[in-house]
Nanobody
Framework: QVYVRESGGGLVQDGGSLRLSCVDS????????VGWFRQAPGKEREFVAA????????VYADSVKGRFTISRDTTKTAVYLQMNALKPEDTAVYYC?????????????????WGQGTQVTVSA
């Protein structure tokens, strides 16, 4: 059973914006770190951004710094990824993952639950 669900993907033009959302149907990730990862066709899954349980100290991949912002709502039942100034190279399936601990990191092994992904396509 899939507990983690992403939404908000779609097709956008170069320079456009999208906001991805991640929710956990078990409502248990309020005490856990959450991360976003992406996988483009023919490439390995890569880290995008992560946030701790309390919303502090977000971390980003160098490729998205200054363009993407990760946040969680005050009830800690949802995590968002605001993506601005999108580029064609951002095209990928974006996955949300819930960490095993309170810390969100770039290490895929530190995540316990994964969503099924949402497609983001940026046209040139």
């Amino acid at each position: 059973q899939v507990y983690v669900r992403e939404s908000g993907g779609g097709l956008v033009q170069d320079g456009g914006s999208l906001r991805l959302s991640c929710v956990d149907s078990r409502r248990t990730f309020s005490n856990n770190g959450v991360g976003w990862f992406r996988q483009a066709p023919g490439k390995e899954r890569e880290f995008v951004a992560a946030i701790n349980w309390n919303g502090g100290t977000p971390v980003y991949a160098d490729s998205v710094k200054g363009r993407f912002t990760i946040s969680r709502d005050t009830t800690k039942t949802a995590v968002y990824l605001q993506m601005n100034a999108l580029k064609p190279e951002d095209t990928a399936v974006y996955y949300c993952a819930v960490a095993r601990s309170a810390i969100g990191s770039s290490n895929t092994g530190s995540y316990r639950y994964w969503g099924q992904g949402t497609q983001v396509t940026v046209s040139a």
